[in-house]
């Protein structure tokens, strides 16, 4: 389950909600962690689906983001992915598996973000990509 913070922090909202606490965050790194459901949207089979690992670590990137905007109260922007390379999924994890992620931003140019995600399950990395994202700073 996520804690309910987490909700203000990134424009996603249950049922859409794929990570579940901030465990730290600066500038260029957040981690979170993520318990998965039996309800989760993303869960197939018992099973959180590959989209489900790639949208927990793009939530994650929200999630530093939003925490940045918090810091420096200012709204929270909302991001859309504009690429991804290198996809790697090593493992599924199943219902009741805790995930911690971690987001790394490599680059930041305007609005255009890339950073390096990577999920790990009981100790055991099982995803990782790396992300262009694309920033809508509008409300700023």
Known sequence: MYEED?????????PFVMVGK????DDNITKTSFVITADNVLVINGEFSEAG???N?????????????????????IGYIGAVKNLEVVHLPKIGDEL?????????LLNIAIACGKVWCNEQMIAQCE?????N???D
Not at 100 to 108: D, G, Y
């Open 131 to 135: 992300m262009k994202i694309f920033i």
């Open 6 to 14: 987490i909700l203000t922090l990134i424009p996603q909202k249950p």
């Open 22 to 25: 901030l465990l730290y965050s």
């Open 53 to 55: 690992l790639m949208e």
């Open 137 to 139: 700073k509008i409300n």
């Open 57 to 77: 670590m793009a939530q994650t990137a929200a999630v530093g983001e939003g925490n940045m905007a918090r810091i420096e109260d200012r709204p929270i922007a």
């Open 100 to 108: 911690m992620t971690e987001i790394k931003v490599e680059t930041r």
